[in-house]
C-alpha cells in the first residue's frame, strides 16, 4: 500500500511539475500570466476530446499542448500587444478558459477511454520498490523530470536562456542592446501555454481518464505558488510539486479511511497548504527576492 500511495504522489505531480516550470519560463521573462488554470482546462478538454474521437492518446496530448498555447497566444496579444494589465488579463484568462472548456467539454461528460500506458524499463523495473516507483511510468512522467533538466539547462548554460533573464531582469538594457522584449517575452507566453496545456493533458489521459468539468480543481493556482516557492529556480518545483502532491494525496487518502476530521477540512488542505508556504517565504524577504525577476509584471514600451 505504501508503494501505491507514493506512486500515486508521484503521478498527482506531473501536472504540476508541467504547468510550474511553464509559469517559471514566463516570468522568468518578467511576464506575470495567472491565466495557468484557464490554459490547462484548456488543455485538458482538447487532450480527452481528441483522444477520444481519434483513438489516439499521442494526438491528444498535442492537441492539448497546442490548446493552451492558442489561450496564452491571447493572453500575449493583450498583454504584450496592447498593453493591457497583466493581473486583470490573467484573471479573465482564467475565468474565459473555465466557462469555455466547460462549454465545449459538455457533450464528453460521462465517456471515458484508455489512459495512457505505464512504460516499463526491462531490467529495471523489476527492481525491488524503486523499479516500480522509479521506472514504471508513462511517457509523460518521464518527460516532466526531462523537462525540468532541459529548463534549468537552458537558464544557466545557454546565451538564449541569458536573453531570457537578463530582459526578466532589466527590459530598457536589453532593448538598448539590441534584443527584442515583446518577441522574447511572447515565444515565452506560448512556451508556458504549451507546458500548462500538457499539464491539463495529464489530467484525464492519465490521471483520471474521463472529463469532468473544473478537473483542474485548482491546481493552476498551486502552480503559480510553487514558481515563488522554488524561487524561481527549476529543481526546487520538482520538489515544490512533489510535496503539494503528497498533501492533495494525504486528503483523498484520509477521506478514504474515513478519519474523524471534516472532509471539507481535509480538501482545503492543499490550498491552505499553500497559503502557509507564502506567508512563510514573504517573511524571508531575502528568500522572497531571490532570483525574483526585478521586471516581473512590469509593461514595456518599446518608444519610452
Request: net charge neutral; with cysteine; glycine share 14%.
Amino acid at each position: 500500500m505504501l508503494e501505491d500511495l507514493i506512486l500515486t504522489v508521484l503521478m498527482t505531480s506531473v501536472p504540476l511539475v508541467y504547468a510550474a516550470t511553464g509559469e517559471l519560463i514566463v516570468e522568468r521573462s518578467g511576464v506575470l500570466n495567472l491565466g495557468v488554470e484557464g490554459m490547462m482546462l484548456m488543455g485538458a478538454v482538447a487532450a480527452f476530446g481528441i483522444a477520444m474521437v481519434s483513438g489516439s492518446l499521442v494526438l491528444g496530448v498535442i492537441a492539448g499542448g497546442l490548446a493552451g498555447m492558442l489561450t496564452a497566444a491571447l493572453f500575449g496579444i493583450l498583454v504584450l500587444g496592447f498593453a493591457t494589465n497583466q493581473v486583470a488579463t490573467g484573471l479573465a484568462l482564467t475565468i474565459f478558459g473555465a466557462g469555455l472548456s466547460g462549454l465545449v467539454g459538455a457533450p464528453l461528460i460521462g465517456h471515458a477511454i484508455e489512459g495512457l500506458p505505464v512504460l516499463r524499463i526491462p531490467l529495471l523495473s523489476d527492481l525491488p520498490t524503486v523499479g516500480k516507483l522509479v521506472f514504471s511510468h508513462d511517457l509523460m512522467a518521464y518527460g516532466a523530470v526531462i523537462l525540468v533538466a532541459a529548463v534549468a539547462y537552458f537558464l544557466k548554460r545557454t546565451r538564449a536562456g541569458l536573453v531570457l533573464r537578463a530582459i526578466g531582469d532589466n527590459h530598457d538594457s536589453a532593448h538598448a542592446l539590441g534584443y527584442s522584449v515583446l518577441g522574447v517575452r511572447f515565444m515565452a507566453v506560448l512556451f508556458g501555454g504549451l507546458m500548462a496545456g500538457f499539464g491539463g493533458a495529464y489530467l484525464p489521459l492519465a490521471l483520471t481518464p474521463h472529463w469532468a468539468e473544473g478537473m483542474t480543481a485548482g491546481r493552476g493556482w498551486i502552480a503559480l505558488a510553487l514558481v515563488v516557492f522554488a524561487s524561481w529556480m527549476p529543481w526546487r518545483v520538482l520538489v515544490g510539486a512533489l510535496i503539494f502532491g503528497g498533501i492533495t494525496i494525504m486528503q483523498l487518502a484520509g477521506q478514504a479511511r474515513g478519519w474523524t476530521v471534516p472532509s471539507q477540512f481535509l480538501s482545503m488542505l492543499p490550498y491552505l497548504a499553500t497559503i502557509v508556504v507564502l506567508v512563510l517565504i514573504s517573511r524571508n524577504r531575502e528568500f522572497a527576492l531571490a532570483n525574483s525577476p526585478a521586471c516581473l509584471g512590469r509593461a514595456f514600451h518599446a518608444g519610452k
